[in-house]
Nanobody, 119 residues
Framework: VQLQASGGGLVQPGGSLRLSCAAS????????MGWYRQAPGKQRELVAS???????NYADSVKGRFTISRDNAKNTLYLQMNSLNSEDTTVYYC??????????????WGQGTQVTVSS
């Protein structure tokens, strides 16, 4: 099982980016999926998460600006980020709790994708 994140880049303050994270491999089911971020010297923090039932959770710092969604048919997670500011600059990671085809459940992590907000 692998998670492949994409969509990071450089954007001006106030701009938008959309991150994607595709899960692939021998997947039986995916429970919760989420986006985390980690700035240098700081702990990794939850940005947003969504369960397979559609329940969402957001960090206070991104509420009203970011929207998490998932396409269960495509095993893909998205993060629409609007009104970006410099404090959003960091590496973003996707994660998912996946039951593989051998019925083992564990958390998986994608590689990070850099988001830089700068004029």
């Amino acid at each position: 099982v692998q998670l492949q994140a994409s969509g990071g880049g450089l954007v001006q303050p106030g701009g938008s980016l959309r991150l994607s994270c595709a899960a692939s491999g021998s997947i039986f089911s995916i429970y919760v999926m989420g986006w985390y971020r980690q700035a240098p010297g700081k702990q990794r923090e939850l940005v947003a998460s969504v369960t397979n039932g559609g329940s969402t959770n957001y960090a206070d710092s991104v509420k009203g600006r970011f929207t998490i969604s998932r396409d269960n048919a495509k095993n893909t997670l998205y993060l629409q980020m609007n009104s970006l500011n410099s404090e959003d600059t960091t590496v973003y990671y996707c994660s998912a709790v996946i039951t593989s085809s051998d019925y083992r459940r564990r958390a998986y992590w994608g590689q990070g994708t850099q988001v830089t907000v700068s004029s």
